[in-house]
């Protein structure tokens, strides 16, 4: 479980200031999946990163009664002079995980060859995300944030990917970030809208779809 207590966040930009959470007061119940919706710049890679801790509020309490894993597909995860063994091998430690054991698995289900002991700045986006998606999935975590990528590399690294997501929710949950309606109905049985600083849960997809779409339309309603 994650529980947002009086959570405010907020940018300045050339436009001024930009709210991505204001005073937002929810709770990311335990034994279900979360698919966040909100339109391009509402904060929902902001609201991943306050979620995993990688990212601070301006104001309010952030609680995780979890083991909650990285941003899956935040650049940061990654340091770009390292290659990708020796930034799976810092990952082990800082969890506490087997070193041996999880660079074995990312190695495997990477599939990144040779490029596995080569600095991640020599990486395409595309194996970057591979790399990202092992690693993550190689620690076992309460909680998965994803941002995006579950949709990596061909056909079948895909069905990969599902299968490994799959096995993964029999005992964990998921918080996902993505504009695709068919993934987060795959994957997701709760729903969350961000729009205009507020963060808004739906006990169903149905409901949260429905407001997403009120809010595309100029129509959002309280």
């Excluded at 436009?15 to 335990?30: E, M, N, P, Q, S």
Aim: hydrophobic share 45%.
């Amino acid at each position: 479980m994650i529980t947002l207590d009086g959570v405010s966040k907020a940018y300045a930009t050339r436009a001024g200031r930009k709210i991505v959470l204001d005073d937002a007061t929810v709770t990311f119940a335990a034994g279900h999946n979360f698919g966040i919706l909100g339109v391009n710049g509402a904060g929902k890679s902001t609201l991943i990163r306050l979620l995993a801790g990688s990212e601070l509020p301006d104001r309010g309490l952030i609680r995780r009664h979890a083991r909650v894993s990285f941003p899956l597909g935040f650049g940061g995860t990654f340091h770009g002079a390292l290659s990708g063994r020796e930034n799976v091998v810092f990952l082990a430690r800082v969890y506490g995980a087997g070193v041996r054991a999880i660079s074995r698995y990312v190695e495997e289900f990477a599939e990144l060859g040779a490029y596995f002991d080569m600095p991640v700045n020599t990486y395409s986006a595309g194996m970057r995300a591979r790399l990202a998606f092992a690693a993550c999935l190689a620690i076992d975590f309460d909680v998965y944030l994803i941002d995006e990528v579950t949709e990596v590399g061909d056909e079948r690294f895909r069905h990969r990917c599902a299968a490994a997501f799959r096995e993964r929710m029999a005992r964990s949950d998921i918080i996902l970030v993505t504009h695709n309606r068919g993934t987060i109905r795959q994957y997701c049985d709760r729903g969350a809208v961000l729009a205009d600083g507020k963060l808004r849960l739906c006990d169903d997809m149905a409901s949260a779809l429905d407001r997403y779409q009120r809010v595309l339309a100029g129509a959002a309603r309280c």
